[in-house]
């Protein structure tokens, strides 16, 4: 299994500029989620999905939009990126809730977008 | 809602000494707990977490926690700090549903020779 990629792992961007960053899991996890880093900040939630087809609202979702048109595959758009954007972004997915279950929660390695 | 405050930005040790990585919850429902740890650029790789079973939990590279509910506290420890241990700690917490893990803001372990 490769677990969770992202695509791409870097990138380069001018203001105003739009791109898409792709998260894809072969583990048939239900779970999706798009988190940035940003220094001093930890990781916040931006967006995440229960199931194909579904989408919600995380943290810091303003400026960004997602879509989960199949189970293993969450993308995050960034219509206008701004450079308040630069971070890294991590996808991470996982099964189902974590009760009374030994569920854990697996990130991808990150993809690094710079807007200038 | 939950949220996680992990004291002081930065813990520097010496090698071989103890590591103590603090980390105060608060949750409105009964809490997952987990420390991830994340080397220089790359991803986070989980260390432990605590779903409801011991509240002494032991993880990968010799860290434990330990889930004190009257104190709201899941503090990571290390009985003697390594060189490799140097890295960015994250305390996160979660509920029993779908919502993601809510990170504490980090803390960056130094370990001095």
């Known amino acids: 299994n490769a677990g969770v990629t992202q695509t791409p792992k870097f990138r380069v961007l001018k203001t105003g500029q739009s791109m898409t960053l792709l998260c894809a899991q072969d583990m048939n996890h239900e779970y999706m989620y798009w988190y940035r880093q940003d220094p001093g900040m930890g990781l916040r939630l931006i967006h995440y999905s229960v199931g194909e087809g579904t989408t919600a609202k995380g943290e810091v979702p303003d400026g960004y939009n997602v879509s989960r048109l199949k189970k293993q595959n969450f993308l995050l758009g960034l219509e206008s990126a701004a450079p308040s954007q630069t971070s890294v972004y991590f996808c991470?997915?996982?099964?189902?809730?974590?009760?009374?279950?030994?569920?854990?929660?697996?990130f991808g390695p990150g993809t690094r977008l710079l807007v200038l | 809602a939950q949220s996680v405050t992990q004291l002081g930005s930065h813990v520097s040790v010496s090698e071989g000494a103890l590591v103590l990585l603090r980390c105060n919850y608060s949750s409105s429902v009964p809490p997952y707990l987990f420390w991830y740890v994340q080397y220089p650029n790359q991803g986070l790789q989980l260390l432990l977490k605590?779903?409801?079973?011991?509240?002494l939990v032991k993880g990968i590279n010799g860290f434990e926690a330990e889930f004190k509910k009257s104190e709201t506290s899941f503090h990571l420890t290390k009985p003697s700090a390594h060189m490799r241990d140097a890295a960015e700690y994250f305390c996160a917490v979660s509920g029993d549903s779908a919502d993601g893990l809510t990170f504490g803001k980090g803390t960056h372990l130094i370990i001095q020779p």
């Open positions: 991470a997915s996982r099964k189902a809730p974590f009760s009374g279950r030994q569920e854990t929660q697996y």
């Open positions: 605590y779903t409801s079973a011991a509240t």
